[in-house]
Nanobody, 124 residues
Framework: QVQLVESGGGLVQAGGSLRLSCAASGRTFSNAAMGWFRQAPGKGREFVAAISWRILYGDSVKGRFTISRDNAKNTVTVYLQMNSLKLEDTAVYFC??????????????????WGQGTQVTVSS
């Protein structure tokens, strides 16, 4: 059974940091493209970052967020280090997995598997 489980969300003050984790299991994800998206209330799903054969960031997080991955034997863990958090970073953050040769990592419909999401709330 494929599972993507996010963790690390919470409440943080503006300017602070959080590190999100996504544990992917149930099949081989070592070569999968892994992405982070977020969705704020009343808004669509926004691309945050992706890691495959290259690393991409959304314009709103570039320079503040860092994506990385750890390919262990049976579980791949993807991290999102979030620094200098802003109020507008408040959202539910989702992890996603897609094919290694993903064509357009910024598009949610390119991904095959999704986690349930973790809430990040940035307060003033």
């Amino acid at each position: 059974q494929v599972q993507l489980v996010e963790s690390g969300g919470g409440l943080v003050q503006a300017g602070g940091s959080l590190r999100l984790s996504c544990a992917a299991s149930g099949r081989t994800f070592s070569n999968a493209a892994m992405g982070w998206f977020r969705q704020a209330p009343g808004k669509g799903r926004e691309f945050v970052a992706a890691i495959s054969w290259r690393i991409l960031y959304g314009d709103s997080v570039k320079g503040r967020f860092t994506i990385s991955r750890d390919n262990a034997k049976n579980t791949v863990t993807v991290y999102l280090q979030m620094n200098s958090l802003k109020l507008e970073d408040t959202a539910v953050y989702f992890c996603a997995a897609g094919p290694p040769a993903i064509a357009t990592p910024r598009r949610p419909d390119e991904y095959d598997y999704w986690g349930q999401g973790t809430q990040v709330t940035v307060s003033s």
